[in-house]
């Protein structure tokens, strides 16, 4: 009889545990910031997360950071590929280089990668610095010591996501998810980690006293440089209140009928990931003078969910200039000397990427800079680009594990892949190539301390 009235309780708590979560699902779809929603949708997620645990704790952790190799694919036109010449005292597999391009050099000075490479027999974090030969010079490993993690998680190594090499020789260094950024010195010390998580791209100011980055909750962060602490925050919210003309930003609400009422001021509600905010550059006072209508601190900002290219006044965060029409995804919006604006444009879901060019004085119409159908040059998501003196491109095309400079007339004059010799036909995702003249003063600091 006693064991009858326990099974009895347990099944009577089961029929009121469901019934509650039902109504919990039906108050959701009418008020879903509710506390009551908000406790349903974490109930639900639970069996989501154990399993993605489990997964994560039984694969390769940089499964995710892995992608076709294009050389290997179908229709590939069969190019061959050899490694760097390598000076160093590490081992470095699987970067290479595209032999028999005829009459193509590289131009004169010097590239860092920053990504995941096969460093010393296994996959780690690390910045290798390129001759103007195509050789490496110098490998800056990040190891597990000098990360720390802003939450707790398990299982996919973050991918590292934004670089920047500073006027003495640092480096500035961000990752998706987990890890909170870094400032390493030329020996590869950590100078800080920072206090929040920061992702797609870590730039400077001028005066290299604050950087910009993008934050967890899609916002844009204002970091002191000195020690890595955030001192403000823009969320994209912030922007859209103040720039209530623009009406791009609903997009991305979440709009309710209200069938049988028509009630008024209650827009509020926004899908997740509404603006993805993936760039923040600020305008460098040397190019100013090319940007008569912006002023130098101005910040050029990519918003990936919105297909939107804007420049903001971080002051007063009136935005001074928009576009929202012609990118799809986009990705790594810059600056350029002679007035005008390129941007990394994915094309998610089509065929190619290509880089875009934009006058915001409208003195010119928009234009394709350079099109991917040329290089074979698909990123459906990630990627970078790189004005180049004289003319010409450096770009990264991430999701491809590779990077390829072309010239003022459009000539592809080297390209790189980073495999992974682990899994032969996939490479892993490269985050960024950044080009630096042969005399340039940060790159002549960082090798003077050689790491290797």
Request: net charge negative; glycine share 8%.
């Amino acid at each position: 009889m006693v064991q009858l009235f326990k099974i009895l309780r347990t099944l009577i708590f089961a029929v009121c545990g469901l019934a509650l979560f039902g109504a919990a699902v039906r108050l959701a779809q009418h008020s879903p910031d509710s506390i009551a929603a908000r406790g349903a949708n974490t109930i639900a997620k639970v069996p989501e997360v154990v399993v993605m645990t489990i997964s994560n704790l039984l694969r390769d952790p940089y499964a995710e950071s892995l992608t076709p190799d294009p050389s290997q694919e179908p229709g590939s036109k069969g190019e061959h590929f050899v490694a760097l010449a390598n000076h160093t005292d590490h081992a470095v597999e699987g970067v290479v280089l595209r032999t028999g391009m005829a009459g193509a050099a590289p131009r004169k000075g010097w590239r860092m990668l920053y990504g995941i490479f096969t460093i010393d027999a296994k996959p780690q974090y690390g910045v290798l610095v390129l001759s103007p030969q195509m050789a490496i010079e110098k490998v800056v490993v990040i190891d597990g010591a000098m990360l720390e993690r802003h939450h707790f998680s398990v299982g996919q190594a973050p991918y590292p996501h934004g670089f920047a090499l500073l006027r003495d020789g640092s480096m500035l260094m961000a990752f998706d998810t987990d890890y909170t950024p870094l400032r390493v010195d030329p020996c590869g010390k950590r100078v800080w980690a920072g206090d929040e998580g920061l992702t797609h791209a870590f730039t400077p100011d001028d005066a290299q006293r604050f950087g910009w980055g993008m934050g967890a909750r899609d916002d844009l962060l204002k970091v002191d440089l000195a020690s890595g602490k955030t001192v403000r925050e823009i969320a994209w919210q912030d922007i859209a209140e103040a720039n209530p003309q623009v009406s791009i930003f609903a997009m991305r609400r979440m709009d309710d009928n209200a069938l049988g009422d028509n009630p008024r001021g209650d827009a509020g509600r926004y899908y997740d990931d509404s603006a993805h905010i993936n760039d923040a550059e600020p305008l460098p006072a040397a190019f100013a003078g090319a940007f008569p209508e912006f002023a130098a601190g101005d910040l050029l900002i990519s918003m990936r969910s919105l297909n939107l290219v804007l420049v903001l006044d971080p002051r007063s965060l009136e935005i001074k200039w928009f576009t929202n029409d012609l990118t799809l995804r986009q990705h790594d919006a810059d600056w350029n000397p002679d007035g005008s604006i390129t941007v990394f444009d994915n094309q998610n879901g089509r065929d190619y990427s290509r880089i875009m060019r934009f006058d915001p004085s409208g003195t010119k119409a928009p234009s394709v800079a350079l099109d991917g159908r040329g290089y074979d040059f698909y990123s459906r998501i990630r990627g970078k680009q790189q004005g180049l003196p004289g003319g010409g491109f450096l770009v990264t095309s991430s999701q491809q594990g590779r990077a390829f400079e072309v010239d003022a007339t459009g000539r592809m004059v080297w390209e790189l892949l980073v495999r992974d010799p682990r899994n032969p036909g996939r490479n892993f995702v490269l985050s960024e190539a950044d080009f630096f003249p042969s005399d340039s003063a940060p790159v002549e600091r960082n090798l003077q301390c050689p790491v290797s």
